[in-house]
């Protein structure tokens, strides 16, 4: 698919979709790609019709990126028109989880349901990383991808991932932690009125659960799960659990305030 010229990838499950209502769209987080949801794509299109996108510049996406979460958000938007869907519900792990904060805000009227994934209100970037990703592209993604997981990850993930986050382009990652850095929804991320579950590992250490729990004390109605033996990429990490979590969220007509 082209949009403004540009050659926008994607992935959906189903040869026969559902209806719009049971479309979810996943976002990735700063360098991520189709890979970061691999996890995901057999278990949601068994009862629902998944779509992972690959925002600009991202995998087989063409584009630079972007530097602010709201021009992501728009470019989602645009892929929604291109696709013909006006209500869909979204699945953001980090980054992606401040695009669909940005959306739910923003956008209301096009979204269902929203699940944050290991994510904040605002989401700051140390200068290690922010300025170690052009100083130093390999000893950084190699600490970004050793922050991303439990101690307890396997090498054969983690190694995955490392060679995954070394196909995005420095200055592409770069634009990705500099829009995360600017993200700052603290005093507006209470006026999010739509069903959200926000889900973190146990054992973020990029997003410590602290940040869950702000956005769960804050959107009227959320429902958090914290789940053990994961780290900032729990949907990689504890699949299983993860799958089983999210997609109940997203297939009950109705879903109560935890207590």
């Known amino acids: 698919m082209r949009i403004n010229g540009e050659r926008v990838h994607y992935w959906a499950g189903r040869d026969h979709p559902l209806g719009e209502e049971d479309c979810v769209l996943f976002i990735h987080g700063a360098g991520g790609g189709q890979y970061s949801w691999s996890s995901q794509k057999a278990f949601f299109e068994k009862h629902l019709t998944p779509i992972i996108l690959e925002l600009p510049g991202h995998g087989e996406s063409t584009g630079e990126g972007e530097e602010e979460i709201g021009r992501y958000a728009d470019h989602i938007v645009s892929f929604l028109r291109a696709m013909r869907l006006s209500k869909v519900s979204l699945v953001g792990h980090s980054m992606g989880g401040a695009i669909a904060q940005a959306l739910a805000l923003t956008r209301p009227e096009m979204i269902r349901k929203i699940v944050l994934v290991g994510t904040g209100a605002r989401l700051r970037v140390v200068p290690m990383i922010l300025n170690g ?86 959107i009227k109605g959320s429902r958090l799960e914290v789940l053990p033996n994961a780290g900032h990429m729990v949907m990689m990490e504890v699949p ?19 207590s």
Do not use: W
């Open 133 to 218: 990703i052009l100083e130093d592209f390999e000893g950084t993604v190699r600490k970004i991808t050793r922050f991303a997981f439990s101690r307890k990850v396997s090498p054969v993930l983690f190694e995955r991932s490392l060679s995954d986050l070394r196909r995005c382009r420095p200055e592409v990652l770069h634009r990705d932690f500099l829009a995360c850095n600017r993200f700052d929804l603290t005093a507006e991320v209470e006026r999010i009125g739509l069903p959200t579950l926000v889900v973190c590992g146990d054992e973020d250490e990029m997003t410590p659960l602290k940040y869950s729990e702000f956005l769960h004390h804050r």
């Open 240 to 258: 299983q659990a993860f799958n089983e979590k999210v997609g109940t969220f997203l297939v009950s007509p109705t879903f109560a305030e935890n």
